[in-house]
C-alpha cells in the first residue's frame, strides 16, 4: 500500500487541528478503547482496594496478582500480533480479545476466592495481550507514516477519557451503595459488551498490508528478531523491569495521605486527566524531535514520581503532583513505543513487532510487580520507591545511549 492510498492521508498538509488528521479508523477504534476503558478502569480503581481491604491479600499476594495483571498478556501478545498479520485481518482478532475482557467483568461476581479471582483476572489479561497489537496494527496501517505519534496520542486520548470516566463511575456507585462491589462489575460489564458491539458493527474491517501476501512465522520471527527490533527491545524490558505498578503507587500514597485514602477511586482520575491532556501533544511531539527521545524523557518523569511517592509526608499537592508525573509518562509511552516500533518492521509484520515490543514489556512489568511487592512486605514503600528510583536513575542514560540514532534510522524508512 502507498502512501497516497493510505486512509487519514487525504488530508492537505496544512490542515487544521490533529484529530482531523487521523482517519475515521482510528477515530472509531479510540471510541471502542473508550468504553472499554471505562469498564476496565471501574474494575481496576477499585482492586487494590477490594484486594487488600475486602479479601485480606498481604502485599506480596497482592503483588503476584498485580504481577498477572501486569504481565500474563504477554502469552498472547506475540500470538495476536501474529494471528492479525497472518489472516491481513486484525479487526476479528481483537474482537475475540475485547470479548473474552468483557465475560471476564461479570465473572468477578462469583469469583470470591484468591483463586477464583486469579482466574478472571488472568482472562481479562489474555484478551487484552489479544487485542493490543491487532487494534495498534490497525492505527498504524489506517495512518500516515509521519503522522503515527500524533494517530496514537488520538486514540489514547480517547482511550484515556474513558480511563478517565471509570473511576468517577465507580466512586459514585461505591459512595451511593458503600462497598457494593457487585455494582461496579455488572455496570462495568455493560461498557465493555457497548464497546464490542462498536468494535463489530461500525469498525471497517480494514485488511492489512499482509491481506495479498500471507507472512509465515518464520519469516515474523525473523523480522521480530532483525537488528533493527534488537535494542529497542532491550530498552523495553529494562524500562519495564524498574516501572513499579500504578496500584503500588496508588496504595503508598494511601498509606501516608487521608485525602488518598478517602478518595481511593479518584486517584486514577488525575493520572488520567494529565494523560488525556498531554497524549496528542507528546504523539505529535514525538514525530518532530523523535519518539525515542521522548520514550526516553518519560521514564524521567517516572523517577520523579517515585522519588514525591516515596517521601514519607504528603498532602494534597503532592500527591496531585506524582499523579500529574505519572500521567506524562504514561503520554510520552504508551502509544510512542508502538509508534516507534511499527516503522522499524516491514509492514507484513508490523503487528508481530509492535507485539514482540508488548510483550517485553508486559513480562518486565510482572518481574518488577513481584519484586516490588516482595520489596514491600520486607522494608516498606517508602525504601522499595527509593531503591527503583535509584535504578531508573542509573538506567536511563544507558538506554538513552542504547537509542541513540534509531529516530534517524525511522525517519530514514519514511522517506523511503
Not at 480517547?158 to 459514585?172: E, K, M, N, Q
Not at 481511593?264 to 514525530?287: E, K, Q, S, W
Not at 514525591?308 to 503520554?331: D, E, H, K, Q, S
Request: glycine residues 12%.
Amino acid at each position: 500500500m502507498t502512501l497516497r492510498d493510505r486512509p487519514g492521508s487525504d488530508e492537505p498538509a496544512g490542515a487544521g487541528r490533529a484529530v482531523k488528521r487521523v482517519s475515521s479508523t482510528v477515530l472509531l477504534l479510540g471510541v471502542v478503547s473508550l468504553l472499554t476503558d471505562v469498564s476496565s478502569e471501574m474494575v481496576a480503581s477499585v482492586l487494590p482496594l477490594y484486594l487488600t481491604a475486602a479479601v485480606g491479600l498481604s502485599p506480596v499476594a497482592y503483588g503476584f496478582l498485580d504481577g498477572m495483571y501486569q504481565g500474563v498478556s504477554a502469552f498472547l501478545r506475540i500470538a495476536g500480533g501474529y494471528a492479525g498479520d497472518r489472516g491481513g485481518q486484525p479487526k476479528w482478532v481483537a474482537v475475540l480479545g475485547y470479548g473474552a475482557s468483557a465475560l471476564s467483568r461479570i465473572a468477578m461476581l462469583v469469583a470470591t476466592g484468591f483463586a477464583a479471582i486469579t482466574a478472571v483476572v488472568t482472562v481479562d489479561r489474555l484478551g487484552k495481550g489479544l487485542r493490543t497489537a491487532p487494534r495498534d496494527a490497525l492505527i498504524a496501517e489506517a495512518s500516515d507514516p509521519k503522522m503515527l505519534g500524533r494517530a496514537f496520542g488520538v486514540h489514547r486520548t480517547l482511550d484515556t477519557i474513558g480511563a478517565a470516566i471509570g473511576p468517577l463511575v465507580a466512586f459514585a456507585l461505591l459512595a451511593a451503595v458503600p462497598g457494593s462491589y457487585d455494582s461496579i462489575w455488572v455496570v462495568s460489564f455493560a461498557f465493555a459488551i457497548i464497546g464490542v458491539a462498536v468494535l463489530v458493527l461500525f469498525v471497517p474491517n480494514l485488511r492489512t498490508a499482509t491481506g495479498t501476501a500471507r507472512i509465515g512465522l518464520r519469516r515474523a520471527f525473523r523480522a521480530v528478531g532483525g537488528r533493527s527490533l534488537r535494542r529497542p527491545l532491550l530498552a523495553a524490558g529494562v524500562l519495564g523491569l524498574l516501572t513499579v505498578g500504578d496500584g503500588f503507587l496508588y496504595l503508598s500514597l494511601q498509606e501516608r495521605d487521608d485525602f488518598a485514602a478517602v478518595y481511593f477511586p479518584l486517584l486514577y482520575v488525575g493520572t488520567n486527566i494529565a494523560y488525556l491532556a498531554l497524549a496528542v501533544p507528546m504523539g505529535r511531539l514525538a514525530d518532530r524531535v523523535g519518539r525515542a527521545r521522548v520514550l526516553v524523557a518519560g521514564h524521567g518523569a517516572l523517577l520523579a514520581c517515585y522519588l514525591l511517592a516515596a517521601l514519607p509526608t504528603g498532602g494534597i499537592g503532592l500527591t496531585l503532583a506524582v499523579l500529574m508525573l505519572l500521567g506524562v509518562f504514561y503520554a510520552a509511552t504508551d502509544g510512542v513505543l508502538p509508534a516507534l516500533v511499527s516503522r522499524l518492521v516491514p509492514d507484513e509484520a508490523r503487528g508481530s513487532g509492535i507485539a514482540a515490543a508488548q510483550t517485553v514489556v508486559a513480562l518486565a512489568r510482572f518481574c518488577s510487580s513481584l519484586a516490588f511487592g516482595l520489596l514491600w512486605s520486607l522494608q516498606g514503600p517508602s525504601w522499595s520507591l527509593l531503591l527503583f528510583a535509584g535504578l531508573l536513575f542509573i538506567a536511563v542514560p544507558g538506554v538513552a545511549w542504547l537509542l541513540r540514532g534509531i529516530d534517524r534510522a525511522d525517519k530514514a524508512e519514511e522517506t523511503v
